[in-house]
């Protein structure tokens, strides 16, 4: 994302004063640039390719941050947010992040102001266990989701009598119960559901 975007799409000639930044799908990866916007405070950059959350750190007035279907993999990321006080509304759907077992669990944990995670609000019930959950854990399964493939259960085949079998039931069975499982119910993720945020922000600051 190069400073000439940024003032091409914003219509401005300096981007410190920037409050609303709409670039949605357009295959972005570096978006440092944003750490020079300390005024802004909507940031719309779902469908692109970003993979840290360390520029947005510079921005302390933002308060709706949209990055659905990027490269976000590691919950280590989410520690870039937690100065920013005045974001409410997070929206990391359809990163690879988002399929860690803690993953909501640890946004609430470390960014209490939140109001809205992925269209879902934040409940109270969330918030008393992300009070009394450990961080470490989820970093740790974090680690492994990067650094490990799991073991595929074995292959099912047909016995002579046609019943299905597996070749080894236990090692199955052992493969399961390695997954860790998250204090929260999964949270469904609804295309449909996430395109009226970015939308309206897109009307609000109208087509390039």
């Known amino acids: 994302m190069s400073r000439e975007l940024v003032q091409q ?3 401005c000639d300096q981007i410190k004063g920037i409050k609303k930044l709409n670039l949605y799908s357009m295959e972005l990866g570096d978006v440092s640039i944003i750490s020079e ?17 360390r520029p947005f750190a510079k921005c302390p007035e933002i308060t709706e941050l949209y990055l659905r279907k990027n490269n976000v993999s590691d919950l280590k990321e989410i520690l870039h ?13 359809c990163n690879p ?29 969330e918030r008393d266990a992300a009070a009394k959950f450990n961080p470490e854990v989820a970093l740790g399964s974090s680690e492994n989701m990067q650094s490990k493939t799991p073991t595929p259960p074995p292959m099912v085949r047909k ?28 949270v469904l993720q609804q295309e449909k559901k996430t395109e009226r945020p970015e939308s309206a922000l897109s009307h609000k600051q109208g087509q390039a």
């Open 159 to 186: 016995s002579s009598n046609n019943v299905l079998q597996t070749n080894n039931q236990q090692t199955n069975q052992s493969y399961n119960s390695q997954r860790p499982v998250s204090p929260f119910k999964p």
């Open 97 to 125: 992040v988002s399929e860690n077992p803690y993953y909501r669990i640890f946004i609430v944990k470390h960014l209490p102001h939140l109001t809205k995670l992925d269209n879902e609000e934040v409940k109270q019930e």
């Open 9 to 11: 799409r914003c219509r």
């Open 37 to 53: 916007m300390p005024a802004v405070e909507e940031v719309s950059l779902s469908l692109n390719n970003i993979s840290s959350l």
């Open 81 to 93: 947010l937690r100065n920013l006080s005045k974001l409410k509304v997070l929206w990391l759907a």
